[in-house]
């Protein structure tokens, strides 16, 4: 008997140490981000630019905290990289080019704007209002070739376009609408990368 409830007791044990294993938030209880966005930087380490929620119950702060990782077990979260005391950010992007770090965000108005910082975790700074630009969710990719893609919008309202050199311009001759509902069921949240 006390060999069947010692190896019982062990089998349970086992099981809740590997579940507890199993068990690996990247950001502390009570901390609520979401939308990441990933990227690996020439330092080798990866971060993920988030959005920020309040609660559970409440969507999008005025802050912007960028994670970080070196092994993908331990996570860092860097603090405020950006911030808008009063007005509600939505889900953000960034990209890297000569030296600086654009972070890429939208307003509930529709408005999208880029920060700056030499840094990237932050903190960004020098927003600049992206002209001819009018949606949520934005999103930036710099392909191998160097030029550089801005994406924004929900629904068919989703648009892509050339950004210039200095990254807070499009080419409005550029714009182009990359998914539709129909055809590509898109909602919103778009994200660029290269594969293969």
Known sequence: MYTFVTACLLLILSTAVSLAGAFNPIVPVGSYFADPEPHVWADGVLYLYCS??????????????????????????NGVAYSTP???????????RGGKYYLYYAIPDGRCF????????????????????S??????????????????????????AKLLANMIEIDTSTITQPLSVAKDNFHEGISMVKRD
């Open 114 to 133: 880029v920060a700056e910082s030499a840094s990237p975790t932050g903190p960004f700074a020098n927003a600049t209002q992206i002209e001819g630009v």
């Open 86 to 96: 009063g007005t509600t950010l939505y889900a953000n992007d960034c990209a890297y």
């Open 135 to 160: 949606g949520i969710d934005p999103a930036a990719f710099v392909d191998d070739d160097g030029q550089a893609y801005f994406y924004w919008g929900q629904f068919d309202n989703v648009r892509c």
């Open 52 to 77: 920020h929620d309040v609660s559970p119950s409440s969507w999008c702060s005025d802050d912007y905290h960028v994670l970080s990782t070196t092994d993908m077990v331990h996570w860092k979260d």
